[in-house]
Structure formats: structure tokens, C-alpha cells
């Protein structure tokens, strides 16, 4: 059985209360989370000794701890990307299979500085959100994509992804501009590619399913809403990462999508006007 050393800010919240269980079906028991280092208690919930006591995983002191009893290793706190860059420097230097939960960096920058970290380590790294490998998409991966029409929950700055992921993944282009067309309450991005082709990604409530209408080169539409358990296909992924190491996400992908993000936050200050993405390295 392969041991899992979980690093997070803080370990009470909802992925690292997932997870295990998670992690445990997928793999029929062969991978479990043994270890767990959290950097502060949650500011609103348990601390991580409860965390860890609720589930049977052995708190450790320091991440290097974790990083030295572990065979895998996930480096956690979802919604707090700017914490990435210190939790990963002792895992992106071990040599062991890292996930990097999303969202993997506040900006390009981080997001290429922590690439060039694992590859100088030879330290296999793999992160993504889990709507990527929602099953409804998998036809249209087949698909010459014009354009895509995307809506979803959350606010941008930290659900954003969940659209921007699947957009970058479907439409196998080089993003270049981002352009933010919505509303406070209702914020939107224009996604402009080198090829001239653009995707649409809208924020709406809560209650707003995630789902896409898009055109083929042919000019035929497709729209697809999301209903499969996208977790269990990710976390299905992660597995298989862990048993052979081979990440099933390109660096380049995960370096556009958070240049995405980073120029979109730019953007809905300067609305209606295209900002670029500059050209990544």
C-alpha cells in the first residue's frame, strides 16, 4: 500500500475532507492518506489534530516530515492558491508524484517558477480542477471547437477555473487576451486565442448548473450540462498518477489557464477592453 502525506494551510476543509475516503475507493486500498501537515488551524473550524484524529491520519510537525515518510504527496489549500508556492517547495524537490490542488498558482509567474522547480528535481506534478474530467465533455474532446459558451457558479476569483479549465482543455489553443464583458453581480470573460477564436465564460448564482453550448467548425452546436460525478473521474486520475507518475496535464495547459485567471482579474478592471496574456515562455 502507497502512503499519502497531505500538506495544506489549514486541514478542515472540503477537499482535504473529501479526499481520503475518496482516494481509498478509487484505488480499492491501495493508496491511503497516512500523514497530514497543516500550517495553521482553520480560522472557523477544527484544528488540524481534530481533523487528523477524525480521520485516522497521523498529524506530523513540519512538511518535511511529511514529505520524508510519504510515497505520494498532495499539497492542498484550494482556496488559497497564493499559499502553493511556499507549501511545494520541499514536495517539488523530492522527487515524489505531487498533486497541486487547484487552483495551482495566483499568476503565471508562481505557476512557471513551480514547473521549473519539479523539473529540476525530476518531481512528477499534476494539477487540474475536477470539472475537467466531467464525462460530458468527452465527446466534444473529438470536436474542431469554434467557440464555447460556458456558465457556472461562484465568483471569479476562485471558481473561475472550474469554466476556464474545460474552455482551455476543449479548444487546444494558445490563449492570448482576456476581456471582461459582465457585471459585478454577474461577472464574464471573453477569451480570445492566437487563433483568432474566442470562448465566453459567465458567472451567474449558486444555484447556476455548470454547463456549455458550443460550435464545431462545421456550425453545428452542441450544449452540454454537467451532471456525471466529475469528482470521482478526477479523483480516479489522481490515482492513476500516483501508480505510474505520468502527469496527464501538460505544464503549458495548467501556465494558460493561470494566466487566465491573472489577466481576467486585471481585466474586470478595465471592462470591454482586451488585456493580454503575455506569451508564455
Not at 40 to 54: F, L, Q
Not at 171 to 199: K, N, S, W
Request: charged share 20%; net charge negative.
Amino acid at each position: 500500500m502507497k502512503k499519502i502525506g497531505f500538506i495544506d494551510y489549514f486541514l478542515d476543509e472540503w477537499h482535504a475532507e473529501k479526499y481520503p475516503d475518496w482516494i481509498k475507493e478509487a484505488s480499492g486500498g491501495e493508496l491511503q492518506v497516512a500523514y497530514a501537515y497543516g500550517l495553521i488551524d482553520a480560522p472557523n473550524g477544527r484544528t488540524n489534530a481534530a481533523w487528523c484524529e477524525a480521520h485516522g491520519v497521523e498529524l506530523l510537525d513540519s512538511i518535511e516530515a511529511v514529505v520524508e515518510r510519504s510515497d505520494c504527496l498532495v499539497v492542498l489549500s484550494p482556496d488559497h492558491p497564493e499559499q502553493h508556492e511556499a507549501l511545494c517547495q520541499i514536495p517539488l524537490r523530492s522527487g515524489k508524484p505531487t498533486y497541486v490542488d487547484k487552483t495551482f498558482a495566483p499568476d503565471r509567474e508562481t505557476a512557471i517558477r513551480l514547473f521549473e522547480l519539479a523539473a529540476a528535481n525530476g518531481t512528477p506534478i499534476f494539477s487540474t480542477s475536477a470539472l475537467r474530467y466531467a464525462t460530458e465533455y468527452d465527446g466534444a474532446a473529438s470536436l474542431d471547437i469554434a467557440t464555447i459558451h460556458s456558465v457556472g457558479p461562484g465568483r471569479f476569483d476562485n471558481y473561475s477555473i472550474h469554466q476556464i479549465e474545460p474552455v482551455i482543455a476543449l479548444m487546444r489553443g494558445t490563449p492570448d487576451r482576456v476581456m471582461a464583458i459582465g457585471t459585478p453581480e454577474a461577472p464574464a470573460m471573453l477569451i480570445g486565442f492566437a487563433d483568432g477564436r474566442q470562448a465566453a465564460i459567465h458567472h451567474f448564482g449558486w444555484e447556476c448548473p455548470f454547463a456549455m453550448t458550443l460550435n464545431d467548425k462545421d456550425g453545428h452546436a452542441h450544449t452540454l450540462k454537467v451532471e456525471s460525478d466529475f469528482f470521482a473521474a478526477f479523483v480516479r486520475r489522481m490515482v492513476k498518477f500516483f501508480e505510474t507518475a505520468a502527469p496527464p496535464v501538460a505544464p503549458e495547459e495548467t501556465i494558460a489557464i493561470a494566466s487566465v485567471i491573472e489577466t481576467g482579474l486585471r481585466a474586470l478592471e478595465t471592462p470591454y477592453e482586451w488585456v493580454p496574456i503575455p506569451a508564455t515562455a
